[in-house]
């Protein structure tokens, strides 16, 4: 009877590492979700700054051959 007990005990352990391996891979996971949309928040923020950014030397460039050739 003993060793029955451990050998269920050992299988109840390992069931709930397994349980517990699972939960902490799913964090795991949510987390880098959130760290990736982060990311492409950031990426779309540059994205829309260095458009504005190119918009802007146009202009500039538009005026400083407006000013030559005058």
């Known amino acids: 009877m003993a060793l029955d007990n451990v050998i269920l005990a050992i299988i109840i ?7 517990y391996s699972l939960r902490v891979l799913v964090l ?9 949309e982060n990311i492409e ?7 829309l700054e260095a458009k504005r950014i190119e918009e802007e030397e146009a202009k500039i ?3 400083v051959g ?3 050739r005058k």
């Open 28 to 36: 795991l996971e949510r987390r880098i979700a959130r760290m990736d």
């Open 41 to 47: 928040k950031m990426t779309h923020h540059i994205e």
């Open 13 to 19: 352990g390992t069931l709930a590492a397994i349980v």
């Open 61 to 63: 460039e538009k005026n």
């Open 66 to 68: 407006k000013s030559k």
